[in-house]
């Protein structure tokens, strides 16, 4: 499976808010075309993507970090456990 550069994944939640930020400002200034209404839930769905995106990343942190404390990788396997 592909992977994405790690620059380029760090940076999706920002991009992602950005893009999102953009269509509800131009939404908002530009009321009354028919694709306002649309720009602003694609905007939206944008922020929310982004904030989720950003929370997945700062929880994946703290767990990563929590688990390296105890000594143990996040990838290695329960089978070994009783």
């Not at 953009?22 to 720009?39: D, P, Q, T, V």
């Not at 904030?51 to 404390?69: E, G, I, K």
């Amino acid at each position: 499976m592909a992977r994405l550069a790690r620059p380029l994944y760090e940076s999706m939640p920002g991009l992602y808010l950005a893009l999102g930020l953009a269509l509800l400002w131009a939404s908002y200034r530009w009321r009354g075309e028919w694709w306002s209404a649309l720009g602003a839930v694609a905007g939206f769905l944008a922020v929310v993507s982004g904030l989720v995106l950003w929370m997945h990343r700062r929880d994946y942190r703290t767990m990563s970090a929590d688990y390296q404390r105890r000594g143990r990788s996040l990838l290695e396997s329960n089978d070994d456990q009783p």
